[in-house]
């Protein structure tokens, strides 16, 4: 028998959308409740994952969850059709199917002060920090789209910290003229794919997740260096912080789980130094 008492859905939706309003969310997102069961039962048990995918999905049916929140929203475009001939949509016909609710709250957390985009900088020594483009209207200070930071470390001791901070290995694109010693003032920062947002800006280095091939030549000519996470490892980590955070918002009325299942799909199977530039064939 659990031990913990449960909190009816409406409440726990009310407590997520209370710690980031889904108003912060990107015009063209998809956020919020995307599956209520329709046998109303209270929940006990949630699972976080950064992706729901259906090993995801195996997980919390094992583990007999209530709810899942997943940051990215598994259901984006809309569904024509709910069958077995595609993993979305096994996906959602097997939350259906056990009554499990679904809340995917992706670009709001983004924003939100305290949200994936001041956790992934926190791999920076920061001296100062705004958001790229703060949020028209809100009142909450540092709310907004990516951050910019200033800070005082070599390209060598950011990519270093930054592979501790996400747990995974960092990618490098060097900007002409720069190497592991040079010292770097300014970071900006936006969590997942971030060539977009980050287009135009003036600083020494970028983190995000992924960006086109192109948009990294661009940056490096511009005397920009780039650090890529793969776009997951770029948030999974936020899960980790906010779960705790989760059950003190829900005053501990719920088990919070973070999947053992969900993973980047990139692996980068040899881990290279940024010092250690390979070294010319002999003729």
């Keep these: ?94 939350c259906l199917a056990n009554s499990i609710a679904l809340y995917s709250p992706h670009t709001s957390w983004d924003k939100k002060t305290g949200g994936v985009n001041d956790w992934l900088a926190q791999s920076v020594t920061i001296k100062s920090i705004r958001p790229l483009i703060p949020e028209f209207g809100c009142t909450e200070p540092g709310t907004g789209s990516g951050r910019l930071i200033e800070t005082n470390m070599t390209i060598s001791q950011l990519v270093e910290a930054l592979q501790h901070h996400i747990e995974n290995d960092v990618h490098v694109a060097l900007a002409v003229g720069h190497d592991s010693k040079t010292l770097v003032r300014t970071v900006g920062i936006c969590a997942g794919s971030g060539g977009s947002l980050l287009r135009g800006i003036q600083a020494d280095t970028i983190i995000t997740g992924e960006m086109s091939h192109h948009e990294l030549l661009e940056f490096n000519h511009n005397g920009t260096t780039v650090l890529l996470c793969n776009h997951s490892n770029s948030e999974r980590g936020f899960l ?19 999947s053992e299942k969900d993973q980047d799909p990139l692996v980068t199977s040899v881990r290279v130094s940024v010092s250690a530039a390979p070294k010319q064939a002999q003729q």
Excluded at 18 to 39: C, M, T, Y
Excluded at 47 to 64: C, F, G, S
Excluded at 240 to 258: D, V, Y
Aim: hydrophobic content about 40%; proline content about 6%.
């Design 1 to 94: 028998m659990s031990s913990y008492s449960g909190r009816k859905l409406t409440a726990v939706v009310k407590e997520l959308e209370n710690f980031a309003p889904l108003s912060l969310a990107e015009k063209w997102d998809n956020v919020g409740l995307l599956i209520e069961p329709h046998n109303e039962r209270d929940v006990k048990k949630i699972l976080l994952t950064n992706d729901l995918t259906e090993p995801v999905m195996k997980e919390a049916v094992e583990k007999q969850v209530e709810m899942i929140i997943s940051y990215h929203p598994p259901i984006f475009k809309p569904l024509t059709r709910i069958t077995k001939s595609n993993w979305k949509e096994r996906v959602v016909a097997a």
């Design 240 to 258: 980790r912080m906010f779960a705790p955070k989760l059950g003190e918002l829900l005053q501990g009325a719920c088990q919070i789980l973070i």
